[in-house]
């Protein structure tokens, strides 16, 4: 089920005001990466509970392990 495109530029105020288009197609493309990732996190098949854990670790990830793994992993 992909995203629906419209909402989102509503709620970032891209309807209300004429933007650069470059600003345009780099929101564009945050919407295109955010339903991919979308999409993988649904082919996981995560149930409930498993959605729970992986929101809690998100919220209250301080984002310092993520990064440093993100780093060590391009390196």
């Known amino acids: 089920m992909p995203l629906h495109v419209a909402p989102l530029l509503a709620a ?3 309807h209300a005001s004429p933007m650069a288009a470059d600003r345009v197609v780099a929101f564009m493309d945050h919407i295109r990466v955010f339903q991919d990732q979308v999409e993988k996190l649904k082919a996981l098949h ?11 670790i998100v919220l209250f990830s301080s984002g310092e392990y993520i990064k440093s793994s993100f780093i060590n992993k391009n390196n």
Do not use: P, R
């Open 46 to 56: 995560v149930d409930s509970a498993e959605y729970s854990c992986l929101k809690a």
């Open 12 to 14: 970032a105020g891209l």
